[in-house]
C-alpha cells in the first residue's frame, strides 16, 4: 500500500473520531501542541502522522492505534456501518454541547470502562 493511501485513510479516521468527539480541528490542534493546519494536513493525508503523535492521537481518541489504521466504509456504502439508535444520537448531541475536551475524554473514557466491564460480566 502507498503511504499516501495510508496517509489518506489514518486522516479520515482522525477526522472522523475528532468529530464524534465534537472537537474542532483547532481544539485538536492546541490539545496536540500543533496548529489547527497542521491537523488538516493529517485529515487530508497531505502530512504524515509521526509514531509518537499516533500514540497521542490513540490516548485521546481512547482507541488502539491499529484503529487508526483500519480503512472505513468506501462513500455509498453507508449500510455498513451500523444505525445509531435514538439513544445513541441523543446522547451524541449532548456531549457535543460540552466545551471541554477534558471533560470529553473522561466521559469517553468512562463509558467505555462501563462497557468493558459489561461485556466481562456476560
Do not use: W
Not at 493511501?5 to 480541528?25: C, F, P, V
Not at 481544539?27 to 493546519?37: N, S, V, Y
Not at 449532548?94 to 477534558?102: C, L, M
Amino acid at each position: 500500500m502507498k503511504e499516501k493511501t495510508i496517509n489518506i485513510i489514518i486522516g479520515k479516521n482522525i477526522r472522523t473520531r475528532r468529530s464524534l468527539m465534537g472537537l474542532s480541528q483547532a481544539a485538536l490542534g492546541k490539545h496536540l501542541g500543533i496548529t489547527f493546519q497542521q491537523v488538516q494536513k493529517y485529515e487530508t493525508g497531505d502530512n504524515s502522522v509521526s509514531p509518537a503523535r499516533l500514540v497521542q492521537l490513540s490516548q485521546l481518541f481512547s482507541c488502539e492505534v491499529a484503529e487508526l489504521f483500519r480503512e472505513l466504509p468506501p462513500a455509498g456504502h453507508e449500510a455498513a456501518l451500523p444505525d445509531p439508535s435514538r439513544k445513541a444520537i441523543h446522547l451524541v448531541d449532548n456531549f457535543e454541547r460540552i466545551d471541554d475536551a477534558v471533560l470529553q475524554k473522561q466521559i469517553c473514557d468512562l463509558v467505555r470502562s462501563i462497557a468493558d466491564g459489561r461485556k466481562r460480566k456476560h
